[in-house]
C-alpha cells in the first residue's frame, strides 16, 4: 500500500497530452509508506483481453472521445484493427469523422495510415493523427494538453506546405493548428464546435 501526502489523493500517472506517453509521478517531497503484500499468483490476476491473435488488447467500450466506458455498456464503435484503407480512404474516413465530432475516433484512422505507410510521408500521417488527437483534448476540456499536441501536429505537418501528398491541406492545417493552440492558451472564451472540424483535404 503507498500513501502520498498530497491533499490525501493517490497520485498514479501524470497527464501528459500524450496518448502513447505514459509517465509515473516522482515519489521526491511526498510522504511514502510502504507496506509489502505477497506478490499476486497466477489465479489470482485479472486475466487481460486479448485478440484473436493472442495480442493484449482493452476490450472496454469506448464513448465518442475515446473514454473508456464500465463493461457491459454499449460503446461507440471503433475502427476494427485489421481494417486496411488506402491513403485517400483513410483521409476521407479521418475527415467524416472530425464533422462527426469524433476525433478519437479520426486518430486512430490516421494512426493506422501512419504505422502502415512505407514512404517519406511517414511524419505527415502522425502529425495528423497528433491533429485528431489534440482536437480530442479539446473536447474533453484538456487545455494543456490540447496545445501540446497541436502544437506537435503543426511541427510535424508544416514541412509539407508547400505540396501535401494525397491532396492534404498540409499548409492551411498548420495554420489552423497553431491558432487554435494560440487561442486555447489565451482563453479567450472557448470554441465554437464547427472550428473544431478542420478540412483534411484541400
Known amino acids: 500500500m503507498v500513501g502520498l501526502c498530497y491533499g490525501g489523493a493517490a497520485i498514479t500517472n501524470a497527464a501528459t497530452g500524450d496518448p502513447h506517453d505514459h509517465k509515473l509521478l516522482p515519489r521526491r517531497h511526498y510522504g511514502v509508506m510502504m507496506s509489502r503484500t505477497p506478490a499476486a499468483s497466477d489465479d489470482d490476476r485479472v486475466p487481460r483481453d486479448r485478440d484473436a491473435a493472442g495480442r493484449a488488447r482493452n476490450a472496454r467500450p469506448r464513448d465518442g472521445l475515446g473514454r473508456p466506458l464500465p463493461r457491459g455498456m454499449v460503446g461507440v464503435p471503433t475502427t476494427p484493427e485489421d481494417s486496411v484503407l488506402s491513403p485517400a480512404e483513410a483521409l476521407r474516413e479521418?475527415?467524416?469523422?472530425?464533422?462527426?465530432?469524433?476525433?478519437?475516433?479520426?486518430?486512430?484512422?490516421?494512426?493506422?495510415?501512419?504505422?502502415?505507410?512505407?514512404?517519406?510521408?511517414?511524419?505527415?500521417?502522425?502529425?495528423?493523427?497528433?491533429?485528431a488527437v489534440g482536437v480530442t483534448h479539446?473536447?474533453?476540456?484538456?487545455?494543456?494538453?490540447?496545445?501540446?499536441?497541436?502544437?506537435?501536429?503543426?511541427?510535424r505537418i508544416e514541412p509539407y506546405a508547400a505540396a501535401g501528398p494525397y491532396g492534404v491541406a498540409a499548409g492551411a492545417l498548420t495554420a489552423w493548428s497553431r491558432?487554435?493552440?494560440?487561442?486555447?492558451?489565451?482563453d479567450d472564451g472557448g470554441v465554437a464546435e464547427e472550428e473544431l472540424a478542420p478540412r483534411l483535404l484541400g
Not at 138 to 155: E, F, I, K, Q, Y
Not at 179 to 186: D, K, Q, V, W, Y
Open 138 to 155: 479539446v473536447r474533453r476540456g484538456n487545455r494543456r494538453g490540447a496545445v501540446r499536441l497541436l502544437t506537435r501536429a503543426a511541427d
Open 94 to 131: 479521418a475527415e467524416r469523422l472530425l464533422a462527426a465530432g469524433r476525433p478519437f475516433h479520426a486518430h486512430e484512422v490516421l494512426e493506422g495510415a501512419w504505422k502502415a505507410c512505407g514512404d517519406d510521408t511517414r511524419e505527415l500521417w502522425k502529425g495528423l493523427a497528433q491533429l
Open 179 to 186: 491558432a487554435l493552440a494560440a487561442r486555447i492558451e489565451l
